[in-house]
């Protein structure tokens, strides 16, 4: 049992083994229980059967931030053509109480945008039809979009890519991937007077 949790080990180590593998299973499960501050165990008896027991700790959510009621009510528009990314970006934004309406293209972006009004847009910037510069570009030449905070979130990080953002218009730059803290962080700061 001692050998049961190192990696590259198995009981039956023969050549002629019964089981497949490489015997990482449970040195990995051990070694996740343990990065998520728990543990594994397991208690066995010869011809009766083994018991294998994973501990997490649970922790009480923490009590509403000062970003839930900023961003609760609120209308996003999250300009986004790969949809892992507008399932993760909504996700978030809902989970605090968001209002999220996904443009996929850059044409679409702009209709929905003058059609909702939303409070806040997320900005991706390679995008089919418009990119997001132009798309940014545009909405900042209306006078209704000129205050709107327009926070591109991008995974173009070369040097320059964030001045080219701002000089289309746009209010805050972030780049994929990034720390769902570090985003929220940005609304907060995009979305206090
Ligand atoms: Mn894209």
Not at 44 to 57: C, D, I
Not at 100 to 125: C, K, N, T
Request: aromatic share 4%; glycine share 10%; net charge neutral.
């Amino acid at each position: 049992m001692g050998r049961l949790f190192q990696p590259f080990t198995q009981i039956d180590s023969s050549l002629a083994r019964q089981y497949a593998g490489t015997g990482l299973g449970l040195a990995l499960v051990r070694r996740l229980a343990e990065l998520h501050g728990g543990g594994v165990a397991v208690e066995s008896a010869p011809g009766r059967g083994s018991r294998f027991s994973l501990t997490l700790p649970w922790r009480e959510p923490p009590e509403a931030g000062p970003l839930e009621p900023l961003l609760a009510g609120r209308t996003f528009l999250v300009v986004e053509d790969n949809p892992v990314n507008q399932r993760s970006l909504g996700d978030m934004l809902r989970a605090r109480g968001g209002q999220v309406v996904v443009a996929a293209d850059g044409s679409q972006a702009l209709e929905l945008a003058v059609a909702l009004r939303p409070d806040l847009i997320l900005m991706d910037i390679l995008l089919p039809e418009l990119d997001g510069l132009e798309v940014t570009r545009r909405l900042r030449a209306r006078p209704e979009f000129a205050r709107t905070p327009i926070l591109v979130v991008t995974a173009l990080a070369l040097p320059g890519d964030q001045e080219r953002c701002r000089a289309a218009g746009a209010t805050a730059y972030l780049t994929k991937p990034f720390a769902s803290r570090a985003l929220l962080l940005a609304l907060e700061h995009a979305l206090t007077p």
